[in-house]
DNA sequence: CTGAAAGCGCTTACAG
DNA sequence: CTGAAAGCGCTTACAG
């Protein structure tokens, strides 16, 4: 009933000293059993809950893992949140998640406040030096950066292009259209390797379109694309939501997907299966890639302090796939290029 | 350099008391402007920053808001968690988004633990005397429960309903299919209440299929939709994954959408605009949602302890609205029905 | 304007 | 097996 109760109400109930209430509820084998129910009847009736804070501070560790994103609202993260949560729920470690675009000086705090002692970092375009001056263990997700001190979990991205590629080429395409990330993205930069280094090795002309992963870039890629002297009959996205742009727009224009143009992703977010045209993407396993992570980060915590960053045993490699839909197919017979 | 600078060390350095480091630090004009100049060059030198954990425990409060969620994974909280954080930011507070089925005894404990100090509630589905038992400021949002005693912040889910109703009646549709959601769920219940009442006052034909909010409920519900003997030509989702998973089906069917059936949603996620047909759907205003549930929330933190949860002076109203897009349309004019 | 001291609510060597 | 005491790293009346 009443608001707060502490260890010492606890104690003063079960007529024992706030030792044994603490020993008795983290290490109940330490204590006599007479005593231990005595604690445990007081517990009980005063609904004692630990006041983590103070916990925190007396081990000086917060059991919270904090995850810093560069955009909460992209669907991308949503699913890999749910499952870095689910791992670390399983551990008893609460999450915290941040805006990695909060400011620098907000972002120098989080890293060493005391109210985090691991976090997952999925934003590669931070100050390497803001990011190695935090002395906590840290894992880099999805995006990364050499520069930073600490392990990396993800795909190959630039594999997983060439995947892409590799199947457009198959089905007969012959010059290829890229619609780009941001320029400064890892991501986008690797992707946009992995294609124009396919394309060449399979002899495709190609051109990449700037863009940045969101669904408003892809119907902006899809008008220039339309304007084209010859247009590329194969077009890969560097995300899934610029990809349903793309072909949304293509539509309105009048274009057939894929009898026109042959349009594929890269993610395999939810709505990709039930798009129409269905889309052809690289699936990225989120939920194996946010468990991982938690994971990977739970293991550093609990090593002792010296541990290294990079000194633990390589997590295992994580697989993107190609899933062929509706949205590719074979470049229309007739060359829509003189 | 070193990883750890507590406040004693700035105080060793800049020659003063702890005291004083904390008061130049918290309210720097409560300090001499020299003795404020030797502390700050001492915080540079050393990099200190506060331990936020002792911070908090010595205040008695966390400066954290909690968010708490049914389904971190839901395409349609991303955007809500966004503007909260966005808002909570600006006003130094940081945020822990947890998952609201993460047990029983954790919820009790996430109450009370000293580290967050308001809750945002987005599940209406919680033991309402565990809700009632937390001893901190609490808000509800979208959905929400009766018997929780806090304010609550959202659209009129069975207003909303009516419009989408009265938008299929003013196509000339007669008879109506409401797919709703999960049983349990205040949503899911205003929203077919308010579907049923307004087909009722409009004098519609109307069925009710069960769902779950899910892009494969809506799926179903267009199997089980096509397998009717009279086809209603009006379909109302109760929410926009529902609705682009019932449209998606149809069409892989071989149904005309909104040729032959018109389909609308609800909320207006982000896909809704570029789904083929574009999807007409119930405005729900995300951002605003969070900002102003996030406002509410830091005042309730900031009121004296004493402040009753609902006494608070009400918000402002949060508006749904109609948005008219292509999936539908006039009835067929050839009645599918006999 | 500044410092010594108490205390936030816990946990944990240290004795016994 | 149990308790008294120290201490995690801060902030804040209370003196001066």
Redesign the pocket.
């Known amino acids: 009933m009443s608001a ?5 109400d606890v104690a003063t109930l079960a ?9 008795a ?2 290490s109940p084998d ?3 059993p ?3 129910d005595k604690v445990m009847e007081a517990v009980k009736a005063t609904g ?1 809950r ?2 983590a804070a ?2 925190d ?4 560790r917060a059991r919270s893992i904090l995850i810093l994103a560069p955009n909460l609202s992209n669907t991308f993260f949503s699913r890999i949140f749910a499952a870095i949560q689910e791992e670390a729920s399983a551990v008893g470690l609460t999450v915290q998640i941040s805006d990695s675009r909060i400011g620098r000086d907000r972002l120098l705090s989080l890293g060493y406040d ?1 109210r985090a002692d691991g976090i997952v970092l999925l934003d590669g375009s931070l100050d390497p030096e803001l990011v190695n001056g935090w002395h906590l263990p840290l894992v880099q997700l999805s995006e990364w950066n050499d520069a930073y001190d600490a392990p990396r979990l993800g795909i190959d991205n630039r594999a997983a292009a060439g995947l892409a590629v590799d199947h457009l080429a198959d089905l007969g395409h012959r010059a290829l259209l890229h619609v780009s990330g941001p320029e400064d993205n890892v991501l986008a930069l690797t992707r946009r390797e992995g294609f124009l280094d396919t394309a060449e090795s399979r002899d495709l002309a190609r051109i990449v379109l700037p863009g940045d992963f969101t669904l408003e870039a892809g119907a902006e890629a899809a008008r220039r694309w339309s304007r084209l002297r010859d247009r590329p009959t194969g077009v890969f996205c560097a995300s899934d939501e610029c990809a349903l742009g793309f072909i949304s727009e293509c539509v309105h224009m009048g274009f057939d997907v894929p009898g026109e143009v042959s349009v594929m992703g890269f993610d395999d977010i939810d709505f990709a299966d039930r798009f129409l045209p269905s889309l052809t993407t690289i699936h990225q396993p989120r939920k194996e890639m946010g468990r991982a992570a938690a994971r990977r980060i739970t293991q550093m915590m609990q090593g002792s302090e010296g541990t290294l960053r990079r000194s633990l045993p390589p997590a295992t490699p994580i697989a993107a796939r190609l899933v062929k839909r509706s949205s590719t197919a074979a470049p229309p017979a007739a060359p829509s290029a003189g």
């Open positions: 707060r109760v502490r260890i010492k007529g024992v000293s706030t030792a044994t209430v603490s020993r509820l983290s330490t204590v006599g007479a005593t231990r004692y630990i006041n103070a916990r501070l007396r081990q000086r005391g």
